[in-house]
């Protein structure tokens, strides 16, 4: 009877154990949260044609940000290769992602790029501006990360600067995890 009462209390040891002793972090996610989050500022935002808006009216879809000047060097043109790469990777979900470049100068944008921009979004914003609003990791540049906002307008995550393709799976993985998680409230386009 003894060792019934041992095969059935084991679980319950193992747990408390597993939790007062042995603290697993309990951390899934690959990109680091932003706590507090941080609603998209009413930036003045200009199209690659010259229209003029707000970068508020992104609201509405999941956003995967680049930021870089228009010469874009060998930093940006990965960003922006892992940005298209992330979300055609998510299959039927990507529709619900969508790709943005802040160009934070005004640099002409290389002709070889163009093709590959066509299903993005590229505004010029003011330096200044998007620097009070988007933080890089200590350390790092603004232009070394790929930035997450939600479809309410906020910024909650920024993935690791210099991500090659094993740390893309990762956060391809973050992606999957917030979109499975807001499939209930959050629908395709804005």
């Not at 290769?81 to 055609?88: K, S, V």
């Amino acid at each position: 009877m003894l060792a019934v009462l041992l095969v059935c209390a084991a679980p319950v040891i193992a747990s408390y154990f597993t939790y007062y002793v042995i603290r697993p972090e309990g951390r899934r996610n690959f990109g680091e949260l932003i706590n507090p989050q941080r609603p998209l500022p009413a930036m003045a935002t200009q199209t690659l044609d010259g229209l003029t808006g707000e970068l508020t009216a992104l609201k509405g879809q999941w956003l995967l940000l680049s930021v870089a000047g228009g010469a874009c060097d060998t930093r940006c043109d990965k960003n922006l290769y892992l940005q298209r790469q992330l979300r055609e990777s998510l299959g039927q979900e990507k529709d619900r992602v969508d790709r943005v470049w802040l160009v934070n100068d005004e640099a002409g944008i290389p002709d070889a790029l163009r093709p590959a921009l066509a299903s993005s979004t590229v505004l010029r914003v003011a330096p200044a501006a998007l620097a009070q609003w988007l933080e890089p990791a200590a350390g790092q540049r603004l232009q070394d990360h790929i930035y997450v906002v939600d479809p309410m307008g906020n910024w909650m995550m920024r993935f690791p600067a210099n991500m090659d393709a094993a740390a893309a799976a990762k956060a391809k993985g973050d992606l999957e995890r917030l979109l499975r998680a807001s499939s209930s409230w959050d629908k395709v386009g804005r």
